[in-house]
């Protein structure tokens, strides 16, 4: 089925190890985002892409890197985990203009011990 | 800073009545607003949204309004149903297929039967 991949769903670290979340849409769509939810904090851009090769930080960058290699993949990297990036995080995307937003994969829980 | 406010975490609504979600935003560069909802374990669904050139759009049971004058819009949901129980999210952006979008906190939105 067409949509946002998300993995792994679960995933627990010590603090101070990294690791990436991995993400892939298959509507050829342009922009992709990562966003992280907290409690009572709504959804927060950590990073977005425009397109391949493009990436720009958004409102909670640090601690996290991203490349956009191909239209398909957006991966997010975790460089040194820390207990507060213990969150669930989204990945989107969504074509560059029309009026139906973003489509979300069904998010990986990460939890930092 | 919240750019994006839902002042109400939770609201509660008897079946076949009407439910009315509000959102309040602060950046006036905002001028295309979504709604997103979402069951848990799942990622947001977008839901509908409305331009900023317009005070009004419908589709179905949901009405989504904007005041721009008040910088505030709601969503109306009629007749409400049991499957409308969920979290809804208000999001705004600069324009529209804006790529950065600013959420709010949510509204848990409970269906009485």
């Known amino acids: 089925n067409a949509g946002v991949t998300q993995t792994p769903k679960f995933q627990v670290l010590k603090t101070g190890q990294s690791m990436t979340l991995q993400c892939a849409q298959d509507?050829?769509?342009?922009?992709m985002s990562w966003y992280r939810q907290d409690p009572g904090m709504g959804l927060r851009l950590i990073h977005y892409?425009?397109?391949?090769?493009?990436?720009d930080q958004g409102e909670v960058p640090n601690g996290y890197n991203v490349s956009r290699s191909t239209t398909e993949d957006f991966p997010l990297r975790l460089l040194s985990a820390a207990p507060s990036q213990t969150s669930v995080y989204f990945c989107?995307?969504?074509?560059?203009?029309?009026?139906?937003?973003?489509?979300f994969g069904s998010g990986t829980r990460l939890t930092v011990v | 800073d919240q750019q994006v406010k839902q002042n109400s975490p939770s609201l509660s609504v008897q079946e076949g009545r009407i439910s009315i979600l509000n959102c309040d935003y602060t950046?006036?560069?905002?001028?295309?607003f979504l709604w997103y909802k979402k069951y848990p374990a799942e990622g947001p669904t977008f839901l509908i949204s409305?331009?900023?050139?317009?005070d009004k759009n419908e589709d179905g049971r949901f009405t989504v309004f904007l005041n721009k004058s008040a910088k505030h819009l709601s969503l109306h949901i009629v007749p409400s149903q049991p499957g409308d129980s969920a979290v809804y999210f208000c999001?705004?952006?600069?324009?529209?297929?804006?790529?950065?979008?600013?959420f709010g906190t949510g509204t848990r939105l409970t269906i009485i039967p």
């Open positions: 950046n006036s560069m905002f001028d295309y």
């Open positions: 509507m050829n769509h342009e922009y």
């Open positions: 989107a995307s969504s074509y560059r203009e029309g009026a139906g937003g973003y489509t």
């Open positions: 892409s425009v397109g391949a090769g493009i990436t």
């Open positions: 999001a705004a952006s600069g324009g529209f297929g804006n790529e950065k979008l600013t």
């Open positions: 409305i331009s900023s050139i317009k």
